[in-house]
């Protein structure tokens, strides 16, 4: 079992930053791990992931902007997040998943609120 706690959301104008941290309660070594986003109205989509291959994959949208990565001897994943716009404004979840056999362990946080204002 695995928790994910999620910090670092809040107001930001646009053009501005912020870094978002997920904290794991357990070891995350072999997981994938990545950030979605959530915003009213629109379903779950993918930020930027650590694939369980070891690769990165981000959105197209937040490509050059954001940037993901992760510290396995702290068990957290961070997003730091650069040149935001107002449709960057979501709330952003971590997740980590990881494959046993033919079971899939897949979790979420709780998530974040990023808002992006003037």
């Known amino acids: 079992q695995v928790q994910l706690v999620e910090s670092g959301g809040g107001l930001v104008q646009p053009g501005g930053s912020l870094r978002l941290s997920c904290a794991a309660s357990g070891n995350i070594f072999s997981y994938a791990m990545g950030w979605y986003r959530q915003a009213p109205g629109n379903q779950r989509e993918l930020v930027a992931v650590f694939t369980s291959d070891g690769n990165l994959n981000y959105a197209d949208s937040v490509k050059g902007r954001f940037t993901i990565s992760r510290d396995n001897a702290k068990n957290t994943v961070y997003l730091q997040m650069n040149s935001l716009k107002p449709e960057d404004t979501a709330v952003y979840y971590c997740?980590?998943?990881?494959?046993?056999?033919?079971?899939?362990?897949?979790?979420w946080g709780l998530g974040t609120q990023v808002t992006v204002s003037s």
């Open positions: 997740n980590a998943n990881t494959r046993v056999s033919v079971v899939l362990y897949n979790y």
